[in-house]
């Protein structure tokens, strides 16, 4: 094994308690477990991927460049001149050329009203809604481990799996599951996946509307998406139907695209409301977990029971400019990566049926190092946009100086490559809760502190990992503890099958007092 595949792997002593049977009955016995790790952000960065984001940045460089100078070389003509002499071209001058003092004032008014109509609206967000179960619903680790056993579908050695997985998962005592997943009879039916969906997206979306006060008949576009279950009719004419919205929504419904399918779901929702104005869109996000339970014996296709949870989040937008008072955020920035056209990437997580013909999601051993190269192009691309100059001076004269020199060891070993401080492009991180790993891996390699990964943590600990909705569980946690003021950049990035990662960034346009109505509100935050 050559030392790069080495520096991907980590190690771990596993503690597994007393044996009770065979040779080594009544002695401490251990296991070393080898994981694979996130790549080391700082030693491969592709320059296509800031060269890319750079791209981004100068599209309407040529106005950011071309204004300041007419209002230089205005502002020199007119210094020059003393006051009577400006009144005097105004006003003298002007009876003599009325023809074409109209006609230049006919001209600006047509260049401005076409830089208007033309320019993208701004997007903002009023408000946003995530679903709490009931607490009959929430089940310890303890209780699923045992429920899980008495269900029957289970043999001993996959019960032993999923507790071990669990113990070092992150997730806490207090998350979510149907009722279905743990009885006898088999969850995985159309029924019991549209109750858990009306369940939880008319949750969401109740709450929603009671606290931004708009109708439902109001909504011009509705986008929902869950990866796993897509029935007919689909789920976003299931909330048509249920709230009697009008005949002439746009309405879509996004599926099989994994955990960061609810950034596009907001990508494609602002793509909408730019053709569409003075409109509301709304976006809801969710997964079923009863739907995709695997109730079988091979270990990769166990380990999304042991994460995934009950959740669902709905968001409101509007690009009407009478909203810019009322909003709490603007939309800023989407970046998003695809790295399906690599076959590691495309099957690392992957819907099949095991040899007993049990269907669910095998993830790959392969994951961290496949999800770590998506990181890694998406941040990169998203760098440009949002960092300050000095970071991306820095950065990227350190990036040119390795790849020049990237034939000579002894140059580049005296050059540490430069990682940007993300923490001075943003305010808050809403990184998907999918594992206590990842979460761990992203802090190491983008050198963020603790207080950065609270929010995800304290997601993956209460509600496990809620899929597409857990970025919005975060942003409600630091809603809950009132930590966004005015002014402050939330960047939320998500990342699932595909496989893909996306990022969206928010502005805050006000400090956000605590909610009336949050996940969060009955814990001692």
């Known amino acids: 094994m050559d030392r790069t595949e080495q520096d991907l792997l980590s190690t771990e002593i596993v503690n597994r308690g007393i044996e009770s049977s065979g040779p080594n009955a009544g002695s401490m016995t251990f296991s070393v477990r080898v994981r694979r790790r996130l ?77 208007l109509m033309s320019r993208p609206r701004s997007v903002y967000l009023l408000d946003f809604a995530c679903y709490k179960p009931h607490d009959d619903l929430k089940v310890s680790r303890e209780q699923f481990i045992e429920q899980a056993r008495k269900s029957g579908k289970f043999d001993e050695a996959s019960v032993e799996f999923q507790k071990r997985i669990l113990e070092s998962s992150g997730i806490g005592d207090e998350t979510y599951i149907p009722k279905s997943v743990m009885s006898n009879e088999n969850c995985s039916t159309m029924k019991e996946g549209r109750l858990e969906a009306s369940t939880v997206m008319f949750g969401a979306l109740d709450e929603l509307f009671e606290k931004t006060k708009v109708r439902p008949k109001d909504v011009g576009v509705l986008v929902v998406n869950c990866s796993i279950f897509n029935p007919t009719p689909s789920l976003s004419a299931m909330i048509i139907n249920h709230y009697k919205m009008r ?44 739907f995709n339970w695997y109730a079988g014996k091979d270990r990769s296709m166990l380990i999304p029971n042991c994460f995934f949870r009950m959740g669902c989040s709905a968001v409101l937008l509007s690009n009407r400019r009478r909203d810019y008072r009322g909003a709490k955020y603007r939309l800023e920035h989407i970046v998003r990566t695809h790295k399906g056209a690599d076959d590691r990437s495309f099957r690392c997580i992957h819907q099949e049926e095991d040899d007993q013909k049990f269907k669910g999601l095998k993830v790959s051993k392969d994951l961290m ?145 605590k909610p009336v109505r949050n996940p969060w509100l009955d814990l001692s935050l």
């Open 39 to 115: 790549p080391d952000f700082l030693q491969s960065v592709n320059l296509k991927y800031v060269k890319l984001g750079y791209h981004y940045l100068i599209n309407h460089a040529i106005y950011l460049a071309t204004i300041p100078v007419l209002v230089l070389v205005f502002s020199v003509e007119v210094g020059s001149l003393s006051r009577e002499e400006i009144w005097k071209k105004i006003w003298e001058d002007a009876k003599y050329d009325l023809v074409s003092l109209i006609g230049l004032f006919g001209l600006l008014v047509f260049t401005l009203s076409v830089y």
């Open 369 to 513: 190092e496949i999800g770590g190269d998506a990181l890694k192009t998406n941040i990169t691309t998203l760098g440009p946009l949002v960092l300050p100059f000095s970071e991306q001076l820095f950065f990227f004269g350190t990036l040119l100086y390795r790849y020049f020199f990237q034939g000579d060891k002894s140059l580049q070993a005296l050059t540490k490559p430069y990682i940007p401080n993300y923490k001075l492009a943003f305010e808050h991180f809403c990184i998907h809760a999918s594992s206590k790993k990842v979460l761990d891996e992203l802090q190491r390699n983008l050198e963020l502190n603790d207080k950065n990964l609270e929010a995800s943590r304290m997601t993956l600990h209460r509600f496990g990992n809620t899929s597409s909705s857990s970025i919005w569980y975060e942003l409600a946690y630091l809603e809950a503890n009132e930590r966004v003021k005015r002014g402050d950049r939330v960047w939320q990035i998500a990342f699932g099958s595909g496989f893909k990662c996306n990022s969206v960034v928010w502005k805050a346009m006000r400090r956000v007092k």
């Open 247 to 290: 005949g002439n929504i746009l309405s879509y419904n996004l599926g099989g695209m994994g955990c960061s399918a609810g950034i596009i779901a907001i990508d494609l929702a602002r793509d909408m409301l730019q053709g569409n104005p003075n409109n509301y869109a709304v976006v809801v996000s969710t997964e079923m977990v009863g």
